[in-house]
């Protein structure tokens, strides 16, 4: 073999060598790239994620609180106007609650946002039942243990929703991450 042809044969080696690297060193940064925008795509849904999970669990829990307070309030006879005030923050928090899962709806997963909708219907029931129990108190003092009993009971279920919202929700956070 002459060296001119031994020459043209190393180039041309040289050259399918070359090429072929850069094209399997593009596909590979292309594929990086991807695993990239994939790894940032994941991160930032869950960084949404637990924005509006809790943005939806402090309000659940301030409205426990008040649940709470109301509740005090009704079993040591406090004035009307305690109650009431309390039973109007109450129901200002349950709006900001119901807000709250229009979202959880949007981020999902279904699972959280159907917890989330438990919660708040539960939180309906307590304050649906504290609200009889104030209307009662004028006209039938002696039932209270009767609402006293169905409180408990209610706040009882509501907790139950608010610790499934919670676990729903690490678990979904979890998943994501």
């Not at 940064?29 to 943005?55: F, P, S």
């Not at 609200?131 to 009971?153: F, G, L, M």
Request: net charge neutral; with cysteine.
């Amino acid at each position: 073999m002459d060296q001119g042809l031994a020459a043209l044969l190393g180039a041309f080696v040289g050259v399918v060598g070359t090429t072929a690297s850069a094209v399997v060193a593009g596909r590979y940064l292309r594929q990086q790239a991807r695993d990239q925008a994939h790894i940032d795509h994941a991160r930032w849904r869950r960084e949404i994620r637990q924005e509006a999970y809790a943005a939806t669990l402090v309000p659940i829990t301030e409205a426990r609180e008040v649940a709470r307070q109301a509740s005090r309030a009704l079993v040591q006879a406090q004035a009307e106007a305690d109650v009431a005030s309390l039973l109007g923050q109450l129901d200002k928090l349950i709006r900001t609650i119901q807000a709250s899962c229009a979202r959880l709806h949007l981020e999902g997963p279904h699972e959280v946002a159907a917890s989330g909708e438990a919660v708040l219907t539960a939180l309906r029931v307590v304050d649906n039942n504290l609200v009889t129990w104030k209307q009662s108190r004028a006209s039938s003092p002696e039932s209270q243990a009767e609402y006293i009993e169905r409180h408990t009971v209610k706040a009882a279920d509501l907790a139950d929703s608010i610790n499934g919202f919670a676990n729903k929700a690490s678990t979904a956070l979890d998943a994501t991450g």
